[in-house]
């Protein structure tokens, strides 16, 4: 398995990426032309994951905190401008029905989005986690979730329970 850092220079992520929203559940997947933002801001850190034959396994999307309170301020009330450079994980999908190890799929996607962001200079993460994705984040960054910044958060936009962490890399 690879991970590789895409843009919308890339051909046929733009289509690749559009075909895993349907991973997410409604209220959680963006629509085309947020895909293509998505895929062209020089902000934005994509990231997707492919096994031996070539098949995209895996996808993780990280954009600057800054946007993610602004779209959230309605849902979470009580996130915060930060004043480090943070990344907000916006999505994580893993495809499961190929027969692989979804959890060193999900633990390679973290490990390549922890290199790319330091290498882009962030200092932190931030993200809302649906349960149990929130655990296995915990295991990943064991040590280095900031506890204080860590709770529940229910986001009626999204109809669910989420836990909003922030972490170091």
Not at 6 to 13: A, E, F, L
Not at 52 to 68: F, V
Not at 75 to 95: C, S
Not at 143 to 149: A, D
Request: glycine letters at 6%.
């Amino acid at each position: 398995m690879k991970c590789l850092v895409v843009t919308d220079k890339d051909p046929g992520i733009f289509e690749t990426i559009v075909a895993l929203e349907d991973l997410f559940p409604n209220k959680l997947r963006y629509r085309e032309s947020e895909v293509r933002d998505n895929l062209k801001s020089p902000y934005n850190i994509n990231i997707i994951a492919a096994n031996d034959d070539g098949n995209i396994i895996g996808y993780i999307l990280l954009i600057p905190h800054e946007e993610a309170v602004e779209y959230l301020k309605e849902d979470d009330p009580l996130m915060e401008y930060n004043y480090k450079k943070t990344g907000y994980i916006d999505q994580i999908a893993v495809v499961t029905n190929l027969g692989i190890d979804k959890y060193k799929v999900f633990n390679d996607l973290i490990e390549c989005l922890t290199l790319e962001s330091e290498k882009r200079g962030f200092e932190q993460w931030s993200a809302h986690l649906a349960i149990p994705i929130d655990v296995l984040i915990r295991r990943k960054f064991n040590g280095k979730i900031l506890t204080n910044k860590t709770r529940s958060v229910t986001m009626p936009s999204y109809d669910g329970i989420f836990v909003y962490m922030e972490g170091l890399p």
